[in-house]
């Protein structure tokens, strides 16, 4: 039996401006370190901030303003030097860290939700992204695919996890239950009343440790210097994430959260065995599978809109995977 800390980051991003919020990170990293976190996670698109203007804008009539034009350049090539800069923070943290970012796909113009895993070497175990944007969000995020759809072994088990909505996809959590996931992350923007209860329900059903994240972000966060700004968003009392941060044990017991209302760091301590024993009286990817009855076919292909073939002398060709977008 191995106890650890896990942390949970309710901040609140330096809004649509990569380098600065990777500098929070870094500072959040740290801190959380300091506290004797093992496991770090950060919400939802938190890199540079979750688009929420997609909720209070006409489809395509982003104005003046072009919020979709001032992601573009904020958004985060992988692997890039901010990349780096957030693997060497797990690097001297000693920690997984676990961040959303919006990824700007290299040799395309789309952008992604993903969700990013370092390991305390500091390399990037791995990112998923996300499968089916929700509404609004499909006028500024393209669609995932199975590719990133696994888990990753750590010191402390199985590590994992889905973004926001997706956690309400059902064989979304099966493919993950298939790999024996123990510690599942869910960091997200809903900051509903249903939500932890949702966090609740999947740590029960994947007899698995479940760490939600969610941001603090008010109007006041919106930079003012953005041309019609002040038309979709107030000031401190324009709450567009009050946060819903929380912990949750294998049996749905909260251990710690949710945080309501403010920024801060959710802590608790973890025991490694539990997943393991809880799986006893349920085992969704076990005696209580049914594989004669169900069974679930994941497909991890990369999805590619071009692949070249080209003669290995043809210098001059460009494949995928060639291009790598500027920062």
Same mark, same amino acid.
């Given at each position: ?13 330096? $809004? ?43 489809? $395509? ?6 919020? +979709?034009?001032? &992601? ?38 789309? %952008?992604?939700?993903? =969700? ?14 996300? &499968? ?23 010191? +402390? ?18 493919? @993950? ?5 123990? #510690? ?14 949702? =966090?609740?329900? #999947? ?22 210097? %953005?041309?019609?700004?002040?038309? @979709? ?5 324009? &709450? ?14 909260? @251990? ?8 801060? #760091?959710?802590?608790?301590? #973890? ?16 005696? +209580?599978?049914?594989?004669?009855? $169900?069974? &679930? =076919? ?9 692949? +070249? ?19």
């Amino acid at each position: 039996m191995v106890s650890i800390t896990v942390a949970g980051i309710q901040a609140t991003p330096a $809004f649509l401006d990569r380098d600065a919020t990777i500098g929070i990170v870094i500072d959040q990293v740290a801190q959380a370190a300091e506290a004797g976190a093992r496991v770090i996670v950060f919400p939802e698109a938190f890199v540079p901030g979750y688009p929420d203007w997609v909720w209070r804008t006409k489809p $395509f009539q982003d104005g003046e303003a072009d919020w +979709y034009g001032r &992601l573009s350049k904020a958004a985060i090539a992988v692997p890039s030097d901010g990349t780096q800069r957030i693997g060497e923070a797990a690097r001297q943290a000693q920690a997984y860290v676990v961040v959303g970012v919006h990824e700007l796909a290299d040799g395309e113009h789309t %952008i992604y939700n993903s =969700l990013l895993f370092f390991g305390p070497s500091g390399d990037l175990l791995g990112k998923h992204r996300k &499968l089916m944007p929700t509404g609004g969000e499909r006028l500024v995020w393209g669609m995932g695919d199975g590719s990133g759809l696994r888990t990753y072994a750590t010191d +402390y088990g199985r590590l994992g996890g889905l973004i926001c909505w997706e956690n309400y996809m059902p064989l979304a959590r099966a493919a @993950l239950y298939g790999e024996g996931i123990d #510690i599942y992350v869910a960091p997200t923007w809903d900051n509903s009343d249903q939500w932890v209860p949702t =966090l609740q329900h #999947i740590a029960k059903e994947g007899r698995c440790y479940v760490i939600g994240a969610s941001p603090f972000l008010r109007g006041s966060d919106i930079p003012g210097d %953005i041309p019609g700004r002040d038309d @979709l968003y107030g000031q401190d009392e324009d &709450l567009l994430s009050r946060g819903t941060t929380a912990i949750v044990a294998p049996d749905g017991t909260i @251990l710690a959260g949710p945080l309501v209302g403010e920024a801060g #760091i959710v802590l608790a301590e #973890i025991e490694t065995a539990a997943p393991m024993a809880a799986k006893q009286a349920f085992d969704p990817n076990g005696h +209580y599978a049914r594989p004669d009855v $169900f069974q &679930l =076919l994941v497909n991890r292909t990369a999805r590619r809109a071009v692949t +070249y073939v080209r003669d290995d002398s043809d210098a001059s060709s460009v494949t995928a995977g060639d291009h790598q977008p500027a920062e």
